[in-house]
Structures are given as C-alpha cells and as structure tokens.
C-alpha cells in the first residue's frame, strides 16, 4: 500500500506546487472522503488546517498542518467570551451592566442587534447574541469592556500562544487596522473544545458557561450541517448528540471548531480554510469539505 502522505507529495509536484495539508495517524476511521475533499480544496490553491481528537482517548484522529496559523474570523469570538464569562464570574463585570448601543462605532456586518428597537442591552444579553448568531456589534461591545490586553492575557494564561483576538470587527480594514478579526490553528482550537466542555477552562463555571453560550448557536451549515439538528433548538436533542459549536465567516475566510458527541465517541475538532472567493464555485468547494468532514465525524460519534 502507497504511503497516503508521500503520495499526497507527489500529488502536489504534479498538479502545480499547491502545499497540501500533511497528514498525520488516524485511527478507527481513516477519513478518506475528507481527506480528498480537502486534497482537492488544496489543490485549488486554499490553505487548510484540520483537526480530530477523540474525547475521552485523547488520541488525534485527523491532523493536517493543524499548526499552522490562519484567519479564523467570527470563531475568535470564543476567547472573548471565556474573558467575558471569567470577569462575571470574578466580578470584574455586572452581568446587568447595560451598553447603549449608540455609543458604539457602526458596524453593519453579521448580527441582529443592529435590526432591533431595543437601542440598550446588558452585557449577559450581548454575550448571548454573539455567541448565537456572532453578532458582530455585540462582541464589540464586549471587547469595549472586557479590553484586548485582557483576552491576550487570557490566551496566554491557558497556552495558547498561536491563537489571538487583533481587533474587533469592522466594516472596512484601512491600513492602520489589524488585517484580521482573529487568528488561531486548528490544533489549538480544538484543544480548546475540548477543554471547555471538559470543565478545565479557566474554571468549572466559566466552561459551562461558555459551553452554554455557544450551544445556542444557530449556524449549523457547515461541519454541523451532517448532525440533522435543529439549528434553532439543539441543546437537549433527542436522538443523544451533545453539539457545541462556533463558526467564523469572511471574505475568503470559512472557519469552524466544536465538540460532538454520541452514543459511540465524541470527538472535538477544527477545520480552518482560507481560499480565494473569486467565484460561487469556490465558496461552494469549501462549504463542501466542511460537510464531508461531519458527516464522518457523525459515522465516527454514531
């Protein structure tokens, strides 16, 4: 049998030099459909980082340049939440304290706050808009309280030296900003995942909240697109899926980390694409990889 990576090496040189993501030991599932569907994400010129680990072993069943650093966009809201969650919980912020949403620069990207009446909202409530629909106005807000030096400290603290939160979130990026919301790899963020809903961020409580903050998100079309949840009421499914999850989303930008977890296994993962959107094609090719790779992570948890 071939070796899949030198293989996929020689597949590079072929086809033009593209860096293809570089595999790393599966076990139980090979992930083979997955595989190909980022192969040939890869080959069209988009940079990809994935990553697999099972829940309770610990072991990686899927890595590829999981330590390389990409975009992540929305999904860097994640740090900023566990900040948000660790200051309620130490005090530092009143979960009541209210933002008057005309004190904060327009931004008319993702979220709904934006659409509403209600011109003030409290801090809790902000971390439940962004955390469901990344509300990019809310998480504005957020970070206007909680402070980058914060979140950075945070991300430190918890080891995580290839994830950082640059900026809030803009309508335009002029030279003088961040190039980037958020920046991570895929091994971290679902390091991450897991930690979380393994109760070992930062603190008991400040991961549950957390992980019941993200449980309400309702964009399930991509990696989540395979579990069949409903996108608007999944904490307490029927058919026993435990799902947490976040998405981030921009030009070029497709990013998703969580935890699922059946009957059989659960598993937490991160799949980051940064491609050129120059077409719908493009964008259609790496919405698909992200469907492949949950439709085998819910082979592998059911």
Same mark, same amino acid.
Request: no cysteine; net charge negative; glycine share 8%.
């Given at each position: 049998m071939p070796d899949p990576q030198r293989s996929s090496e020689t597949q590079q040189s072929r086809r033009g030099g593209h860096r293809r993501p570089r595999r790393a030991? !599966?076990?139980?599932?090979?992930?083979?459909?997955?595989?190909? &569907? $980022?192969? %040939?994400? !890869?080959?069209?010129? !988009?940079?990809?980082?994935?990553?697999?680990?099972d829940l309770d072993?610990?072991?990686? *069943?899927?890595?590829?340049?999981?330590?390389?650093?990409?975009?992540? !966009?929305?999904?860097? =809201?994640?740090?900023?939440? =566990?900040?948000?969650?660790? &200051?309620?919980?130490?005090?530092?912020l %009143?979960? *009541?304290? =209210? =933002? %008057?949403?005309?004190?904060?620069?327009?931004? &008319?990207?993702?979220?709904v706050w934006q659409h509403l *009446?209600?011109?003030?909202?409290? $801090?809790?409530? *902000?971390?439940?808009l962004a955390s469901a629909t990344g509300d990019a106005l809310a998480a504005n807000a957020l970070l206007g309280r909680v402070g980058l030096d914060a979140v950075r400290a945070r991300l430190e603290e918890l080891g995580l030296d290839q994830t950082a939160l640059l900026d809030g979130f803009r309508n335009e990026?002029?030279?003088d900003d961040a190039p980037h919301v958020a920046v991570g790899t895929a091994r971290e963020f679902a390091s991450l995942f897991a930690s979380l809903v393994n109760t070992q961020t930062v603190s008991p409580g400040v991961s549950a909240q957390v992980s019941e903050w993200l449980s309400l998100n309702v964009d399930l079309t991509l990696v989540a697109s395979a579990t069949g949840l409903d996108p608007f009421a999944h904490e307490d499914d029927a058919h026993g899926l435990l799902f947490v999850n976040k998405t981030g989303r921009g030009d070029g930008i497709r990013s998703e980390a969580g935890v699922l977890a059946g009957p059989r296994a659960g598993v937490a993962y991160a799949l980051l694409v940064a491609f050129d959107d120059l077409s719908i094609a493009h964008r259609l090719r790496a919405h698909d990889a992200f469907r492949t790779l949950g439709v085998e992570l819910m082979e592998y948890v059911y």
């Open positions: 030991a !599966a076990t139980r599932r090979s992930f083979t459909a997955t595989w190909k &569907a $980022l192969d %040939d994400l !890869a080959a069209s010129g !988009a940079r990809v980082s994935v990553r697999v680990d072993s610990g072991a990686t *069943l899927l890595a590829g340049d999981d330590h390389e650093t990409l975009p992540v !966009a929305g999904l860097g =809201i994640v740090p900023l939440l =566990i900040e948000t969650a660790a &200051a309620f919980e130490e005090g530092r %009143d979960r *009541l304290e =209210i =933002i %008057d949403r005309e004190r904060l620069p327009r931004v &008319a990207v993702a979220g *009446l209600a011109p003030a909202l409290p $801090l809790a409530d *902000l971390a439940v990026r002029g030279p």
